[in-house]
T-cell receptor, first 115, second 117 residues
Framework: EAQVTQNPRYLITVTGKKLTVTCSQNMNHEYMSWYRQDPGLGLRQIYYSMNVEVTDKGDVPEGYKVSRKEKRNFPLILESPSPNQTSLYFC??????????????FGPGTRLLVL | GNSVTQMEGPVTLSEEAFLTINCTYTATGYPSLFWYVQYPGEGLQLLLKATKADDKGSNKGFEATYRKETTSFHLEKGSVQVSDSAVYFCAPFLWGREETSGSRLTFGEGTQLTVNP
């Protein structure tokens, strides 16, 4: 089954304790992206990747890191989480096509609480 | 700059009512346009899309037409069901400074729809 998986689905942590949220897709997509969803703000892009070893900042990259060492995986790293990073996080992937016509496929989400 | 404005929610309707959720955007050029839906406790999934002017996207009884004159992509459904209760996101694919840098889906704030029996 074609899918995007994220782990963990739920996480409670404390300020400053490094954490990684994994994202994996089995559709051989070049493009992968991380979003955070907050009430009243919609989805905002954190980082994205056009292919292996190619990453770029989105709208709200501060406090986050990513890596793309393999095509299927795109982990999100919070080196020193803070309470303002409490949010619902989504990973997404898609093929790349001119004009941005390709559908993005979303993971189920990771709900993070930073105390 | 590039932006998307989506009708504020929440919207509450009775079953079989007509639904319209407005979406307008500002952008250079003619972006591809998407509506995504988020059911409770789930990730987003594509509802419909249109990739050029005057195209109509449709799925599950929902429709939206790409109107370049008004830069709009309003979502409509003639008769909603309880199972349509979800959050709906308008998402144009907006270009950055270069084709491969900064180009992305830009999401509206989302419109919560509740359909009562």
């Amino acid at each position: 089954e074609a899918q995007v998986t994220q782990n963990p689905r739920y996480l409670i942590t404390v300020t400053g304790k490094k954490l990684t949220v994994t994202c994996s897709q089995n559709m051989n997509h070049e493009y992968m992206s991380w979003y955070r969803q907050d009430p009243g703000l919609g989805l905002r892009q954190i980082y994205y990747s056009m292919n292996v070893e190619v990453t770029d900042k989105g709208d709200v990259p501060e406090g986050y890191k990513v890596s793309r060492k393999e095509k299927r995986n795109f982990p999100l790293i919070l080196e020193s989480p803070s309470p303002n990073q409490t949010s619902l996080y989504f990973c997404a992937s898609s093929l790349i096509a001119a004009g941005g016509r390709e559908t993005q496929y979303f993971g189920p989400g990771t709900r993070l609480l930073v105390l | 700059g590039n932006s998307v404005t989506q009708m504020e929610g929440p919207v509450t309707l009775s079953e079989e009512a007509f639904l319209t959720i407005n979406c307008t955007y500002t952008a250079t050029g003619y972006p591809s346009l998407f509506w995504y839906v988020q059911y409770p406790g789930e990730g987003l999934q594509l509802l419909l899309k249109a990739t050029k002017a005057d195209d109509k996207g449709s799925n599950k009884g929902f429709e939206a037409t790409y109107r370049k004159e008004t830069t709009s992509f309003h979502l409509e459904k003639g008769s909603v069901q309880v199972s349509d209760s979800a959050v709906y996101f308008c998402a144009p694919f907006l270009w950055g400074r270069e084709e491969t840098s900064g180009s992305r889906l830009t999401f509206g704030e989302g419109t919560q729809l509740t359909v009562n029996p």
